[in-house]
């Protein structure tokens, strides 16, 4: 018989710290558990999540009455995660003292094992007896569902909640239903396996609507299994508008077309840590591997849990960094990016036709209108970096016919860069939405762009790293178009390139400092602070080798290395926080693309420099696992790094930091179409002395390749190679 029990609504706790989490995902489907494998109403934003909506709020255990005893916590990893627990000691009659006959602690062994599968997430709780006696337990199971938009819980106002519909409660399962304001009924059930002796209303201090109870009776050396599944799905009610799309609801995470279909190429030095830095990189790409956002297409999510969707910038990125070890992840990203590139112009969405998007989302508030992210076009260089990753693709795979397909996609991004987008002739942004971004490179928080005295740049502003990525696009795309017999567009590009690079060189060059400004305001002002962005113009070659030498002096010094890593603002300056979200803290992708810059100049010591600090940081930090971002506190003073408190972890681009760490310090160039690997001056972090990379793919085809260091120097050797390769070394 199914009864009906009342809802309990709750406020929405802000979510203000990631410590002590533990992540498993399996396409849209993300956990957010504490170290017990609890989810609870508490700072961290804890919760099981389908797309961008907390399906789950509360999941607690208790064994009579108590939180067990954590032996081994949960550390998160792809799809499945075990918890192993023992109980503290236990008394019959907890009100009672010295006459209470007692469990002694460490009687029972606890584990909780759970699994995210494409109907949902599957726990199994074991409770083994130890002891000579039959034990009797009552184990308690609270359970909640709030229904929160990712962004109500990172902070942002939202107008009135939608509606908890009476809860439905049988013998042996709960489904509960919120109805969001666009009427759209989310349910999530949660099936019993035993069914419960008792399930109904939870007491009012648990923080949960709905409390299971079993009374377990365990012989002495035996084992008790508990079960359930939790399942949850948006539905359609009468007169509301389309479901979320595709990749809100529970998918597999591997797909014909998907990134799991390749075989990464292989790293292994002789530095076990190093392998374990590399393997964690590998397994969280794959944890944040998506289905969609329709059927047949795959991307990478930005990072967990706040952007766990797709991300323009995020994504070109993180497949650049990744392309040669699975060239896939770049194809599809370029594809899923493709077919959403804009096509009018939508000032709430800061749209215009050929942007490329910043960031798609699903949730409550973004459908209803709350917020613009359906997609949300607020990037000033993604549409470059778009044209930047196509090029690299097809110089790693030789793929002709993915150029010719995106070309059309090609003249658009080509159209808006030499377009709407130049102001002052330059690419600048200046945000038209009410709730967009303000900033909108990638360092998109308000205040990240300032001058020398800390004052905050006015848009449109205009980011020295943008002009980089545009001037780099254009020569890449000029050379495509010669390939495609265009040769007026290319003539134009290359045009377009020359005159973009020296008005750079004009405008943002300061001889008094002897370094670039990191952007010009809206009244062409320089902000002149001392910055990581001008690494980002290093990768990409557009600068003036003969001002190299300051920038590499800048990017390698104590005032921007904190000796984990690049700093995102100088130490000592107006503004400087190494906690400020960028204002001193280091992110791991952007030390590591100023280390690719480093190297492409020449510098190949102060990379070498900046790559060991940022290893040695993730020698210390947890899981060996780069985070989003840490803080910017000097080596010197910490002895580790510090983490930030709200770092997303897994995060895309940090996670593939390594491979294009590597990448860079080897000297990797692949030119498929001429069947060529130029490997130039290589380089190995101290204290490597080998490094072997294996089954690195050039087109069709394939090399390992062995790498040492002796005296100083570092020498290549192939060991394998399998099709048409000539491979160049240059020491």
């Not at 074991?126 to 990712?150: C, R």
């Not at 902070?155 to 908890?164: N, Q």
């Not at 292994?268 to 059927?295: F, K, M, Q, Y």
């Not at 002395?689 to 040492?708: I, P, S, Y």
Request: net charge negative; hydrophobic share 40%; charged share 25%.
């Amino acid at each position: 018989m199914t009864r009906e029990l009342p809802p309990t609504p709750r406020h929405v706790i802000k979510a203000t710290d990631l410590g002590a989490t533990a992540v498993l995902r399996l396409g849209a489907l993300t956990l957010v558990a504490d170290p017990f494998g609890d989810v609870r109403p508490d700072s961290r934003g804890l919760g099981l999540y389908l797309g961008d909506t907390r399906v789950l709020s509360t999941l607690t255990v208790l064994v009579d009455g108590r939180r067990p005893t954590l032996l081994e916590p949960d550390l998160g990893g792809q799809e499945r995660g075990v918890v192993q627990m023992t109980n503290p000691e236990l008394r019959s009659d907890p009100t009672q003292h010295a006459n209470s006959p007692t469990l002694a602690t460490q009687s029972l062994g606890i584990r909780r094992d759970r699994t995210l599968a494409r109907d949902g997430m599957h726990e199994r709780l074991s409770i083994a007896n130890y002891t000579l006696a039959l034990q009797q337990l009552t184990v308690d199971l609270l359970l909640d569902v709030d229904g929160a938009d990712i962004f109500e819980i990172r902070g942002y106002a939202t107008g009135d909640r939608g509606e908890l519909r009476p809860i439905q409660v049988d013998e042996s399962g709960v489904v509960f239903t919120y109805v969001s304001r666009d009427g759209m009924a989310l349910r999530t059930g949660v099936q019993l396996d035993p069914p419960p002796d008792v399930l109904g209303k939870a007491p009012t201090d648990s923080d949960a609507s709905v409390r299971a109870s079993w009374r377990i009776a365990i012989e002495a050396g035996e084992t008790v299994n508990l079960g359930w599944q939790v399942t949850s799905g948006w539905e359609e009610l009468p007169g509301a508008g389309e479901a979320p799309p595709a990749f809100e609801r529970l998918e597999a995470r591997r797909s014909p077309d998907g990134v799991e279909t390749s075989i990464p190429t292989r790293f292994e030095s002789d530095d076990e840590l190093v392998n374990l830095i590399l393997a964690r990189g590998l397994s969280d790409i794959r944890l944040l591997e998506t289905g969609g956002p329709t059927a047949n297409e795959s991307f990478i999510a930005a990072g967990v849990p706040w952007f766990a969707t797709l991300f323009g910038r995020d994504a070109i990125i993180t497949a650049m960094f990744m392309l040669p070890v699975l060239p896939d992840i770049a194809r599809s990203t370029l594809e899923v990016l493709a077919r959403r590139q804009a096509r009018v112009r939508d000032d709430w969405r800061d749209a215009e036709p050929g942007k490329i998007l910043h960031e798609l989302r699903t949730g409550e508030m973004a459908r209803i209108g709350e917020l613009p992210f359906t997609p949300y076009y607020g990037s000033a260089d993604a549409t470059a970096l778009f044209l930047l990753l196509l090029a690299e693709t097809h110089a790693w795979t030789g793929d002709d016919a993915l150029v010719d397909r995106l070309w059309p996609n090609v003249i658009a991004a080509l159209e808006w860069l030499r377009g709407p987008a130049v102001v002052g002739g330059f690419v600048r942004y200046e945000c038209r939405s009410a709730r967009g971004l303000r900033n909108q490179g990638w360092k998109d928080s308000h205040d990240s762009v300032r001058d020398r005295m800390g004052g905050v740049a006015e848009p449109p502003i205009a980011l020295i790293e943008v002009q980089c990525y545009t001037i780099a696009a254009f020569r890449l795309m000029a050379h495509h178009a010669t390939r495609r017999g265009e040769q007026e567009l290319a003539g134009e590009l290359e045009s377009a390139a020359k005159d973009l690079s020296a008005r750079l060189e004009d405008r943002f060059w300061l001889p008094d400092l002897q370094r670039y400004a990191m952007a010009l305001d809206g009244e062409d002002r320089p902000a002149d602070a001392l910055a990581s962005n001008v690494g980002h113009g290093l990768w990409t070659g557009a600068l003036d080798v003969r001002r190299s030498v300051a920038v590499a002096r800048d990017l390698a010094g104590p005032r921007m290395s904190s000796g984990w890593g690049l700093r995102t603002l100088a130490q000592g300056q107006p503004g400087y926080n190494p906690l400020g979200y960028h204002l001193g803290t280091v992110w791991p992708h952007d030390t590591a693309i100023a280390v690719a810059g480093l190297k492409r100049y020449g510098f190949a010591t102060e990379a070498a420099e900046l790559a060991t600090g940022l290893l040695d940081a993730a020698r210390h930090l947890p899981l060996f696992r780069f985070p989003e971002l840490f803080c910017g506190f000097p080596r010197a003073e910490t002895g580790v790094p510090v983490t930030y408190p709200v770092a997303c972890a897994p995060q895309a681009w940090a996670a593939a930091t390594p491979f294009m760490l590597f990448r860079s310090l080897l000297g990797l160039e692949a030119d498929a179409p001429h069947r060529e690997l130029r490997i130039v001056r290589p380089t190995l972090p101290h204290p490597l002395r080998k490094l072997v990379v294996a089954g690195l793919r050039v087109g069709d085809a394939e090399v390992d390749l062995l790498f040492q260091s002796w005296r100083g120097t570092t020498g290549a050797e192939v060991l394998r190679r399998r099709g048409d390769l000539s491979i160049v070394v240059s020491l």
